[in-house]
């Protein structure tokens, strides 16, 4: 019996290049409906990327390969491990849902709730699946720009493992082991990473590197028990050291400092899988937890060097059913319930030991979604969610999407409505800013698109088009200088500022994806325009652009295998112009940049490979004063058996 995962989880994937035209119509993805379908069965957006695509591309850092697919910006403050911003068609970076193997890996103490992808990296990481537009009805909150999963290895045989190592520029040294097997029942898998840089400078224009080390670990099993039952066990551990820039005395700007943070994840998961109606229902019982400590640290402060640490919590309870009602249609439905919780503290050398600031609340979710043929090539899929908050209260919202694959069988139209929405966070409601009676974002968004096979000259080419509308949003107010409204006067107590639900944004945009392979080279590449403002007509930027947003964004990969087995490769990804701050009134320069890379089997088992980053050692600023890594040339062994 297949394992049925919360999770996005590709159980089939192929193809050497990640920034094809989507995945093949047959293959079968679950990040759409979380059970197993074939992608030509959706009307929602996809894209994976691959096991191969990992090799292929060397991918140390995940939001690295984030940022070749259609639709997805990424923005880092200074070198790897810097904090790193995913946005999903303009959306917030904290309104994009992030997963590893189905669990919540979003950090719940965080201003926004978002996460962090600087402490992601490409050590126990099988495949990744990033499903576009709002798509809260099965996902719940957070998932107003989409979803990313990420999805660790099993292995398929009775022992097996994969070994790499590599070394660079900026003092780089990167590790990864991974061991697993199959017997009696048992299925297992652990990974583990070490990596080292001594990195670049925050601060833009600084003299001094700012490095970052981090180490890994995840495992999965899972274990047949006697009457079909399954038992799923999932786990990781992640420590990121990064030191960063900061704003030291007596001039108090950004410049060169001795700051550093400290960022530990630890995540868990226990699942149950068992049939019912002579296995027609599959049901599926989880208990999960994930925490995100983050420690700030000033060697310089007197009293203590710790300035600020944060503690999150996420605790979620889960049971999902499918239930099978005929040979062509398929039901989807389930219950939540997530508790989360934040621990805050800020010391000082006044305050050396605050007592920290504790908030916690719930969130209780049900679901159903249907999904089947209305006519030959024709598919539906439609549901419904309900929440109810601790904070805020009810919440539903809704989706449909259909799938029309055409008779002549190179062909689908994909169209979808779909609604997300966002729940406030701890801190935007409970810190000394918090806003109790804040409501939930949420949005409504819309896409068409089409994909078309060339089987003459075996191309893929597709186009989507898509809009969404974000109201209700969340944003921070500053009060002026004796202010005397009870917003910035709680209790007669003055305070700096609130947050309150002011902000409505547009986002509206094109993608298009085409791919093509002649004999042994492979060309892919994909545009993507991203039109994103603020629509909040009571604000002084009405109408002007989202920070760090490029209107253009375009990637270009070609891959070349001998039969020899020599593989060379060429990578080009463009940004344009952008601003970072929402008046605009900063602009970020358009860039682009040039990777090359190639591999080469020693022997069965063992490849030697490298890499050259930022060839043309462009000097290139996605965050205002960061610094950024110039070129960068890497070496490395990879085996496996």
Not at 95 to 104: I, M, N, P, R, S
Not at 406 to 412: F, Q
Request: hydrophobic share 35%; with cysteine; net charge neutral.
């Amino acid at each position: 019996m297949k394992t049925l995962l919360l999770a996005a989880t590709a159980l089939t994937l192929h193809g050497p290049q990640s920034a094809r035209a989507e995945t093949s119509i047959s293959e079968i993805v679950v990040v759409g409906t979380r059970t197993p379908q074939a992608l030509g069965r959706l009307g929602q957006q996809v894209s994976v990327v691959s096991p191969a695509d990992l090799k292929t591309h060397q991918a140390v850092v995940i939001s690295d390969l984030l940022a070749t697919l259609p639709g997805v910006g990424v923005s880092r403050n200074g070198g790897p491990g810097g904090v790193t911003s995913v946005r999903i068609r303009g959306a917030e970076t904290d309104q994009t849902l992030v997963l590893v193997d189905g669990v919540k890996l979003n950090d719940p103490s965080s201003a926004g709730g978002a996460y962090n992808f600087a402490n992601l990296l490409a050590g126990p990481v099988a495949s990744v699946e990033v499903l576009r537009g709002a798509q809260s009805t099965l996902w719940g909150s957070q998932a107003i720009g989409g979803v990313v999963n990420i999805v660790t290895p099993l292995p398929t045989r009775s022992l097996e493992g994969a070994a790499s190592f590599e070394g660079g520029s900026s003092g780089q040294a990167d590790g990864r082991l991974s061991v697993g097997g199959v017997a009696r029942g048992l299925t297992w898998g652990v990974s583990g990473e070490s990596f080292a840089n001594t990195g670049v400078s925050a601060f833009r224009g600084g003299r001094e590197p700012d490095g970052y080390r981090h180490q890994g670990l995840s495992g999965r099993a899972s274990y047949d028990l006697p009457g079909d039952l399954r038992l799923d066990v999932r786990g990781l551990w992640s420590r990121g050291r990064v030191k960063i820039d900061g704003f030291p005395p007596p001039d108090y700007v950004f410049a060169d400092d001795g700051e550093y943070s400290l960022t530990e994840t630890r995540l868990g998961y226990l699942g149950l899988s068992f049939p019912l109606v002579g296995g027609r229902l599959k049901n599926r019982l989880g208990l999960s937890q994930t925490t995100t400590d983050t420690d700030s640290f000033d060697p310089t402060q007197a009293g203590t060097s710790l300035t600020y640490q944060t503690q999150g919590e996420t605790r979620r309870s889960e049971y999902q059913g499918v239930i099978e009602l005929s040979p062509s249609w398929q039901a989807t439905f389930g219950a939540e319930r997530e508790a989360s919780r934040a621990q805050t503290a800020a010391p000082s050398a006044y305050d050396p030991h605050p007592v920290p600031g504790l908030a916690h609340t719930g969130l209780s979710s049900f679901y159903a979604q249907a999904l089947g043929d209305l006519a030959s090539g024709l598919t539906l899929t439609a549901g419904l969610r309900h929440d109810r908050h601790d904070a805020f209260g009810d919440h539903t919202l809704g989706q449909a999407a259909l799938a029309w694959r055409l008779p002549d069988g190179t062909t689908i139209i994909r169209a979808s409505l779909a609604q997300g929405f966002k729940a406030p966070t701890l801190y935007q409601l409970y810190s000394e800013y918090g806003t109790l009676t804040l409501a939930p974002e949420s949005a409504n968004s819309g896409d068409l698109g089409v994909e078309h096979r060339l089987d003459a000259v075996n191309a893929n080419v597709s186009a989507t088009v898509f809009h969404r509308q974000t109201r209700d949003q969340i944003d921070f107010v500053s009060c002026a200088f004796g202010a005397t409204s009870a917003a910035c006067r709680p209790e007669g107590i003055r305070r700096y500022g609130y947050y309150d639900n002011i902000a409505r944004t547009r986002a509206r945009g094109l993608e298009l994806t085409a791919d093509v392979t002649v004999a042994a080279l492979t060309l892919s590449g994909n545009y993507s325009y991203v039109d994103v403002t603020n629509q909040a007509s009571a604000s002084a930027n009405y109408g002007k652009r989202l920070a760090r947003r490029p209107i253009h964004q375009a990637n270009l990969n070609a891959d070349y295998r001998a039969v020899s087995g020599l593989s060379l490769g060429f990578g080009l990804r463009f940004a344009g112009k952008s601003f970072d701050d929402a008046a605009n009134t900063y602009r970020l320069k358009a860039y682009a940049l040039t990777d090359l890379r190639l591999s080469y089997p020693v022997r069965s088992g063992l490849e030697a490979y490298g890499r050259v980053e930022n060839l043309f050692d462009r000097r290139y600023e996605p965050t205002r004063d960061y610094g950024t890594p110039g070129r960068g040339i890497f070496l490395g062994l990879r085996g496996h058996f």
